[in-house]
């Protein structure tokens, strides 16, 4: 693929389009770990997106959505693929009407559309400063609207499907389609736009008024928790392995024996075990061969094989 020429006919057809060469994913996950990827578009306008993707679709292009990286362990060699960014350039939120089978609740509910690059924390303080509940749950999750939809993310007894009611999609053959929450089949860490290789562009979510006072109280008491328990202050992808039907992965890992275990840079989390942090200087190889090592050991201690939660890019194509 000649990157170059597909890099000079976008920023001719798509006037203003952010376009960038060669971006380290380190730069844009929050393990901080991974080579380029040959191409990181960042789109401001729903407009600027759908011309992206037609653009790929048209060329044969392969294309990734990126949003702030927060789930995503990325090789050392990179990808070689165009990476979509949709983060802070594309994260306008507004109230809007609630969907008609739901206006007899309009005393005390109020509808929102969120574009998919807002970042959970981001809706979560905007909906607290307009005395709207149910999003606290996703304060913590350093995630974006558009990564919250396609994995159903969750935490504290909250999900994202229990709030949103529909979603705008890019569909694979470049259309633009609202998906309800009946055939978003979400469950968990589930989604059917990401098993069809949909773009979420924005969410409707519908939301409870409630005092501003007692929804930050929420808030303050969920980042406590997390703050108590997650090594939030070394890089990660959060939750390494997927939670194995009547288990913890965390204790699962635990019990294994495998607090503080370490191959290279990468270190199972001394401070919560279901976390892979990225101790010092971790290549993309450490981190798997680390998850390899913790698979075996946990299948050999307790017969359960865990599946990761993190999504694996650039591994099938270069390692
Ligand atoms: C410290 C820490 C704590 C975490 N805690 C939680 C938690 O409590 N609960 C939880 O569920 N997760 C948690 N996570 C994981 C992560 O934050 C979530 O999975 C989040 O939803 C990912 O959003 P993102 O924007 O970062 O997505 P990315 O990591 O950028 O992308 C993840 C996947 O979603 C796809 N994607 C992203 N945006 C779009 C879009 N607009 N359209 C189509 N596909 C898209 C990507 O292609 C990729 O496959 C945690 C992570 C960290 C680092």
Redesign the pocket.
Known sequence: MNYDAFADMLARSILGLSIKRQVPLAE????QIGGPAEIVVEPKTQAEIVSTVKACLQENVCY?????????LASDAGVDEVVIR??ENYAHINKTDLPTPLRSLKDTHQAVYVE??A??ELVADTLCGWGLAGYEF?C?????????????????DG??SNVAYKVR?IDANGHVVEVDREHADWSY?HSM??EAG????GAYLVLATDEQAAITARMQDLQRK?AEK???EM?????TFKRPKGYFAGKLIQDAGLRGFQVGGAQVSQKHTG?VVNAQGATAKDVCDLIEQVQIRVYESAGVWLEP???M?GFEEKE
């Open positions: 844009l996950t929050t393990f990734r959505i990126i949003g702030l990286g927060s789930d995503i949709l983060a998919a690059g970042s959970n996703a913590g999750i350093p995630g974006t609207i558009g990564g919250a939809a396609i994995m159903n993310a969750g935490a504290y999900e994202f999609c860490r736009m990401d949909f773009v979420v562009l997390r997650q090594p939030l890089p990660s992808a959060g939750s976390f939660e993190v999504r890019w």
